[in-house]
């Protein structure tokens, strides 16, 4: 398992020593295990875990993974991202405002925007 702090983008400044570390993890389990490795990832793991195979040589990927998982991907955004910012999302007032200011704190945030031509951007939102 190679966590990752959700509040962190995947353009992120802090990565390199991150995906270091989730390269010699994977390399790892291979040589362990004498098998390619199956990278899965979910919710916003799979734009991180897309973003270290780009980084990646292509003999390297041949190598080491045989599939990539990408479980319930925010690849389109999500609608609810900009209501964070803007307001917050909780079940009261103070939640809301805790939500908020972890949010503006987060660059991952922006990365969850909706995408033009995603179809979570033709969805009306209510802020």
């Known amino acids: ?72 991907p925010v690849w389109s955004g999500s609608v609810i991202a900009p209501s964070v910012l803007a307001a917050g999302e909780g079940s009261n007032i103070t939640e809301m405002w805790t939500y908020r200011e972890l949010a503006l704190g987060a660059p991952a945030m922006m990365w969850l925007f909706p995408r033009a031509g995603a179809p979570s951007a033709a969805m009306a939102m209510l802020i």
């Open 1 to 72: 398992c190679a966590p990752f702090d959700w509040r962190y983008s995947a353009a992120g400044q802090g990565l390199a020593s991150y995906y270091a570390r989730l390269m010699q993890l994977i390399e790892q389990a291979s040589n362990t295990t004498s098998q390619r490795v199956v990278l899965a990832a979910a919710s916003f793991g799979p734009q991180v875990a897309l973003s270290f195979l780009q980084h990646m040589a292509p003999a390297w990927k041949a190598r080491y993974i045989a599939w990539f998982i990408a479980e319930s």
